[in-house]
């Protein structure tokens, strides 16, 4: 939906969903029957829906942030995102985040992509372009 938004961001996103749900069970949280039963297993749709399969028409800036640690989604996907959207138009920022896992990160980590976000939000959404008009003499 380019006419939507702007920009996007993927943190420690699955990107090719037929691939994920059939990783082995790292993670017992999210295990193998907890993606089928939420995803399904209409491969079709699934590869439809896998922005690293199908990433080439986005048009827009992309900042993807990955946990190199992470055991729920593996930092390959993060890593095939980059490379699937390095083909369009727009070369996507990459952000990994050393030592971290899915979640709870240290404080430095934190910061670290909470400053990359800033940038990149600021960067990608808002319009600093201001039209001040015509110059007029005032007496």
């Known amino acids: 939906f380019p006419d939507r938004f702007r920009c996007a961001v993927s943190i420690n996103a699955p990107t090719d969903l037929p691939r994920w749900l059939q990783d082995p069970d790292t993670a017992y949280s999210f295990n193998a029957g907890v993606r089928e039963a939420f995803f399904g297993r209409n491969w079709a749709a699934l590869k439809a829906a896998s922005p690293s399969l199908n990433g080439q028409p986005v048009q827009g800036p992309v900042l993807i942030v990955q946990a190199a640690n992470d055991q729920l989604v ?66």
């Open 74 to 139: 593996p930092e390959q996907q993060g890593r095939e995102l980059r490379r699937a959207l390095a083909a369009g138009p727009v070369q996507p920022e990459y952000l990994e985040v050393p030592g971290e896992g899915h979640a709870r990160w240290l404080p430095g980590s934190y910061v670290k992509v909470f400053d990359r976000l800033e940038e990149f939000f600021t960067t990608n959404i808002y319009n600093y372009h201001v039209d001040v008009g015509e110059t007029k003499v005032v007496k």
